[in-house]
């Protein structure tokens, strides 16, 4: 709620103001941000300097690619779902290649959008939450007293463990099981990419470089609301007696709200900008197929699969039902006998 405040309180000043209110937070914040540019030279190894060939991948290696992992994994263990988790980052790869004609930061070089990102950083962090997420499903207790317990190691996991959750939910959000959920998690990774698009466009038009304080804490802010958030959602999904969203995650949309309207009050300039006729081909074609195969798997797909396994159902009870019929007879013919 505090963060919100201060968005309201911003979004009814001039953005000059904003700036020079920065100052009192950091004297280097309030200059302009120098665009940087990641895709100039995109040659992994580089024979003109024979000195150091590989200078490309070695300047992306910095303290970056770790906060980078971290927060992939931080996402992992928020959203507790490999598919979600893919799909959420593959999509934000594609949204970099469609908004670097408005933030200049979002192109790079396509071994750093695919393999560095994608795989490395995105995928080994997804991996490291669900590995995460599968010590807290089955973690043991032990109630022993800290003292009884042999060994420093034993006491040590035994301190550790006070600070893991006493239960752990695991999420299955059924994404295809009916028009729906479908429809709900569709929304929920929009929102998700709405809020990872504003970090950049805040920070764009605030003036606030990537390595500073006020980054970190929003991204801080947004992953434990975001972790409550997501349990009100799927507890709303997949809970029938639940008929409306959690509070917190009323905040989160609010939050959501002030904050694109934040970044168009002040940065219309840069969101104005028209899109390349290549971004809105691939998109239109993007909204075909998903429309289409959305509309196949529910009106065919999916109500064919749910006629077999009904008439397996008969089936099995039919079987059952002669079975038990066979054994009465066998037991009435060893009567009469």
């Known amino acids: 709620m505090l963060y919100e405040l201060i968005l309201i309180f911003t979004l009814f000043q001039h953005e000059d103001d904003v700036r020079r209110l920065l100052v009192y937070v ?38 970056f690619v770790l906060f980078h992992l971290t927060g992939w994994w931080a996402k992992g263990i928020v959203f507790r779902d490999y598919w979600m988790s893919f799909v959420l980052s593959i999509t934000f790869e594609i949204l970099e290649y469609s908004l670097e004609h408005q933030l200049p930061n979002f192109g790079e070089c396509w071994w750093d959008h695919w393999i560095l990102d994608a795989v490395i950083c995105n995928g080994l962090g997804i991996w490291l939450g669900i590995k995460t997420l599968d010590i807290l499903e089955s ?39 009916d028009v729906k959920r479908w429809l709900s998690v569709i929304g929920i990774c929009s929102v998700i990419m709405i809020f990872e698009l504003n970090t950049f466009y805040l920070k764009a038009v605030l003036w606030i470089p990537p390595p500073h304080i006020v980054n970190y804490s929003r991204a801080c802010v947004m992953l434990f609301m975001g972790a409550v958030s997501m349990r009100e959602q799927y507890e709303y999904m997949s809970n029938p007696h639940c008929k409306r969203f959690g509070q917190q995650s009323w905040v989160a949309v609010s939050i959501l709200v002030t904050e694109c309207m934040l970044v168009y009050k002040f940065g219309y300039e840069t969101i104005s900008k028209p899109f390349p006729t290549h971004v809105i081909a691939f998109w239109v074609v993007f909204v075909v197929i998903f429309l289409g195969w959305s509309f196949w798997n529910f009106t065919y797909k999916l109500p064919r699969r749910r006629r077999t396994a009904s008439g397996r159902e008969v089936s099995e009870s039919f079987d059952e039902h002669e079975q038990s019929r066979s ?6 013919d060893k009567k009469r006998k």
């Not at 940087?36 to 070695?58: A, G, K």
């Not at 040590?156 to 295809?176: A, E, I, N």
Request: with cysteine; proline share 8%; glycine share 4%.
């Open 26 to 63: 950091d004297p280097k914040l309030g200059t302009p941000l120098e665009e940087m540019d990641y895709s100039s030279n995109c040659r992994i190894y580089d024979p003109e300097v024979p000195d150091d060939p590989y200078h490309n991948v070695w300047d992306k290696m910095d303290w």
């Open 139 to 177: 973690k043991t207790y032990d109630w022993r007293d800290l003292w009884s317990i042999p060994g420093n190691r034993g006491k040590f996991q035994r301190v550790l463990s006070q600070f893991t959750p006493h239960s752990w939910t695991k999420f299955d959000w059924g994404y295809t099981e």
């Open 327 to 332: 054994s009465q007879r066998s037991r009435s």
